[in-house]
């Protein structure tokens, strides 16, 4: 039964009718005494409704009675939702009123909101009754009011590592070590070799594929390397798209126009034609014989020793793909069981000397079986259990694996079950996202926005800063951390995705809906066609996404967008990512409840008026709606809006009046232009995470003479980009009006004209990344080394830069505190550069060196100099660890500063020759974004 998630509208209920909007609507209506009998109705049933869900098993006569609940709460949270509306409809032309004239108009809106609506009134007071009957129906039944108080979770409780410190799966350090062994021998029979890992759900084939596949022993052996989860559908021209990308990142921009099946196929043989490959496919289920002998043939024209490596549960599938060698995984053993459940369950060492926890943990380890996700996700449970409860706890496991034959699926429900109830609807409805789907936690928290599944404290808590804690309490057990294309997304297990949709039952569906579902996401559009036509309508629909990615061909046309907005009208969150949409119909402003809109990635080139009508809309992206040129005027009326994604939007020209949406909490770009001045920014102070700034005009007097005082009073923001195209001359007075906030971590110039940084540059103390580029005119560089918390400074394309340090060497030479913390310096395209410090000459430099007085980089670990023929001197770095890279330098570098730097004991494992004419040289392209051990050196400008 999905008791979560209506739970979780239960207490935004609460919430909304104890809130000064509320007072409004009941004086309005003449309702107050009414919504104040709702909202403790309201209460009553959910302190029901945690009890109920802690009971699995509900009979004819509960899940009738729930139903029949269910039913009435979402109806009350849709006619209240509906008044507050139309309240602030009112309102709101209250306040446009000044004239006699505009007085009129209010009275006439007045009156047209009321007596429009005339059974509004009649409509709450009937749902207080039927709510009141309904809850008093609970006599009926044995379920008992528990305490809604939230429950607070540990600030302490943070995601501990699921592999060891060296990076070995755990417990399997020896089953790695025989795969790898049976992928890298020779094989001179076959062009491509199958080998299966199998193994039931939660034994870590994943993980264990995965430290093989970034092994670096594979990674010598196979030219190329290319991993893809399968879970439940395997479609052969799927397969060829996701390894045609992963071989050609460049092709992704490009997809849509090699759609054709057979375009496909001759990509992927040309791709890896006469190459050694390495192919996962995780978690196969693909019980076609067909769709294997065809995917197979896509990799017939690979070198020889090539190999497919799929992971999977079902052994029948080991005999469609006709595995050549198959290794079954087994439950860990009881030492290493016991060793993992150590370190998920344990606060610290005292605890594992108390006899009977220790005693209690050993037996409830017994019932995991061996399956790692069990055992972490029972010991994520009991860190947070006190001692004296782990009998409980005990008695669980042993009764729910003793009733299912050993099934050790119901101690991951028990993860679920000690959740605090505000985290429990926020789990379920993540099951909207398919298996093995990468999440982006920021949609994830502005979706549970879009629900009012985020349970606020007090006044002054921000409701994103509060859903990032719930995120952060659920990464504890049922998420993992993935890095793509060096962004942070999130993973859920498979068992824990089956356990959502578990939990979620008819509320959250994947590719289809019915009469009772109330969030839908979509895999492709051909999908929801099909449901289209099935399902014409639905009242109760809250949530339509799609979860494609944004290089899909699927594409919905007007008239179909038009069907959707009328056949489902209670919509609070609307996905419709690229779908190749270019006209967004007037009828939008029909959904009166939406709260969340994602229109990024389609070819529309205006929104509509009518949008300015979606007063509850807290989130609009529009991300890389690159042919979008304006909003409409009246955009600042959407009071509610807190997120407005605009990244790649670089044709838009925001509104004036931007600056009265004091609410917004991301505006990721914003391009300065005649009809929308740098002081728009000045109200917006709530903003957050990275703001990007852009000067692509020239400006009029007035306007480039507007300083943005405020942008040093905006202390959220995390990383700041200012991309300048003024004249020469007046960006020295622009830059020095953009100081941000001391808290500010990253920043990033291009393209200033200055010859000069403004000071506050480095004033800055809490920066931990610089990037400077194509600062053509500036000749040096302000004083960066005394900052304490910068870890990487980034130099690119800096034409007349001619030394990093204004400093004489002496200067420097006796400074304490050089880059205390630098760990990535990139210095590159700087043809005029000629050392790191002014006055240095090449005596002075000389000196100071056979002195070993020259100033040092204490933490320096990866270093790249690309292009920078001139220069001859710098610092010493002699604890580098990761990486050295040269291209077009000058010998005279390497001589005076490189090999010093080698002769340090700490950085011998570089491998650097001593003799410049000789130096160490190891093959690969010099890109700042890839990382290879030891040193490089590229190009003929090395002095030969």
């Known amino acids: 039964m999905d008791e979560a998630i209506l739970s979780s509208v239960a207490g935004s209920i609460i919430e909304n009718l104890g809130s000064a909007a509320f007072e409004q609507v009941g004086s309005l209506w003449n309702v107050e005494d009414d919504l104040e009998q709702i909202r403790k109705t309201v209460s009553t049933i959910k302190a029901v409704l945690l009890d109920a869900a802690e009971e699995q098993n509900h009979n004819h006569q509960d899940r009738v009675w729930l139903e029949k609940l269910k039913e009435a709460v979402f109806d009350a949270d849709d006619l209240l939702d509906e008044s507050k509306y139309y309240t602030e ?67 302490s409780r943070m995601t501990r590592p699921w592999l060891t410190p060296n990076n070995g799966v755990f417990g399997r350090e020896d089953e790695k070590n025989q795969i790898i062994n049976r992928l890298i021998e020779p094989n001179n029979e076959k062009n491509v070799l199958v080998f299966a890992i199998v193994g039931v759900a939660g034994l870590g084939k994943t993980t264990l594929a995965q430290c093989v596949f970034n092994d670096d022993k594979v990674d010598k052996h196979f030219e190329l390397k290319l991993w893809a989860c399968v879970s439940n559908v395997f479609e052969v021209t799927t397969f060829a798209e996701k390894l045609v ?123 995991c079986q061996g399956v790692p996700l069990a055992i972490k996700s029972i010991g994520n449970v009991l860190y ?46 993540c099951s909207l996202f398919p298996k093995d789907f990468e999440i982006d936690k920021m949609t994830v928290i502005q979706l549970w926005m879009a629900h009012e599944f985020i349970q606020l404290s007090n006044d002054t808590q921000q409701v994103e800063d509060v859903a990032d804690e719930y995120f952060k309490d659920l990464l504890c057990n049922f998420f993992e951390e993935v890095r793509v294309y060096g962004a942070l997304k999130y993973e859920m297990h498979d068992l824990y995705h089956d356990l959502a949709e578990l939990i979620a039952g008819s509320d959250c569906r994947l590719d289809y809906l019915d009469e009772k579902t109330r969030h839908v996401s979509f895999s492709s559009y051909s999908f929801f066609a099909k449901t289209l036509n099935l399902v014409k309508a639905s009242s109760k629909l809250r949530t339509i996404l799609f979860t494609h990615d944004q290089y899909a061909f699927d594409a919905m046309d007007e008239s179909t967008l038009i069907t959707l907005i009328e056949s489902f009208p209670r919509l609070r969150a609307l996905d419709l990512h690229a779908l190749n949409i270019k006209i967004m119909p007037n009828s939008i402003g029909k959904l009166i409840h939406l709260k969340y809109l994602d229109l990024s990635f389609n070819p529309i080139e205006t929104l509509p008026d009518s949008i300015t009508t979606l007063l509850n809309l807290q989130t609009l992206k529009l991300q890389e709606c690159k042919y979008l040129e304006q909003l409409p005027r009246d955009i600042t009326k959407l009071v509610s809006l807190r997120h407005l994604d605009d990244r790649g ?144 400074l980034w130099l690119d394309a800096m034409k007349d830069l001619e030394c990093l340090s204004d400093r004489d060497i002496s200067e420097e030479v006796s400074t304490l505190s050089f880059f205390p913390s630098l760990k990535s310096l990139y210095i590159g395209n700087c043809p005029n550069l000629k050392g790191w410090w002014r006055s240095a000459s090449m005596t002075d430099h000389q000196q100071h060196q056979h002195n070993r007085s020259l100033p040092s980089f204490p933490c320096l670990s990866d270093f790249w100099i690309v292009n920078c023929p001139n220069m001859t001197s710098m610092p010493l770095f002699p604890y580098l660890e990761e990486d050295l890279n040269l291209s077009n330098v000058s010998s005279k570098l390497f001589q005076e500063t490189i090999l010093p730097s080698s002769s ?36 003929s400008g090395f002095g030969y």
């Open 89 to 155: 409809l009112a309102l709101r032309q209250k306040e446009k009123s000044g004239s006699f004239t505009e007085k009129v108009r209010y009275f006439l809106s007045l009156i047209s909101v009321v007596f429009g609506r005339p059974k509004m009134s009649l409509k709450i007071s009937q749902l207080s009754q039927e709510l009141d009957a309904i809850a008093k129906d609970r006599e009926k039944f044995h379920w008992k009011e528990r305490s809604t108080v939230k429950r607070i979770v540990s600030p």
């Open 245 to 367: 990308d992963g071989i050609d990142e460049q092709r992704l921009e490009k997809r849509r126009k090699f759609n054709i099946p057979e375009v496909l196929m001759d990509q992927v043989h040309n791709k890896i034609y006469q190459k050694k490959f390495l192919v996962v496919l995780d978690d196969l289920w693909n019980e076609n014989c067909k769709n294997w002998n065809d995917f197979k043939s896509l990799l017939i024209s690979g070198a020889k020793g090539s190999k497919i490596v799929i992971t999977t549960r079902d052994k029948s599938v080991v005999d469609i793909t006709r595995a050549d060698a198959t290794h079954f995984l087994k439950g860990l053993s009881e030492d290493y069981s016991w060793s993992l459940f150590e370190k998920f369950a344990f606060e610290n060492s005292q605890d594992t000397k108390n006899p009977t926890v220790v005693d209690y943990g050993r037996e409830i380890v017994g019932k």
């Open 384 to 429: 947070s259990t006190k001692p004296y409860e782990w009998s409980k706890i005990r008695d669980k496991v042993v009764t729910n694996v003793i009733e299912q034959g050993g099934n050790t699926f119901l101690i991951l429900r028990l993860s679920y079950d000690n959740l605090p109830s505000h985290l429990k609807g926020c789990f379920a409805f």
């Open 649 to 792: 939007c670089f044709e838009l020209r925001l509104p004036q009046g931007l600056q009265k949406l004091t609410g917004l909490q991301s505006l990721p770009l914003f391009i300065v232009r005649n009809n929308c001045g740098l002081g728009e920014l000045n109200g917006l102070n709530n903003l957050k995470g990275t703001l990007e700034i852009i000067i692509s005009e020239q400006l009029e007097d007035a306007n480039s003479n507007c300083k943005v005082k405020n942008l040093r009073e905006k202390q959220h923001l995390e990383k700041l980009k200012l991309t300048l195209a003024h004249k020469e001359g007046h960006d020295e007075m622009l830059l020095d009006s953009l100081q941000p906030h001391p808290n500010l971590k990253i920043l990033e110039v291009w393209s200033y004209t200055g010859v000069t940084f403004s000071s506050w540059l480095f004033s800055i103390e809490n920066l931990v990344k610089i990037t400077l580029r194509s600062c053509d005119r500036c000749n040096h560089l302000p004083p960066f080394s005394k900052l304490p918390f910068l870890e990487r």
């Open 904 to 939: 340090s004991s700490s950085s011998s494992h570089l491998g650097l020759s001593k003799d410049p004419a000789h130096p160490k040289i190891r093959p690969g392209p010099a890109r700042p974004d890839r990382f290879w051990a030891g040193l490089r050196v590229f190009g």
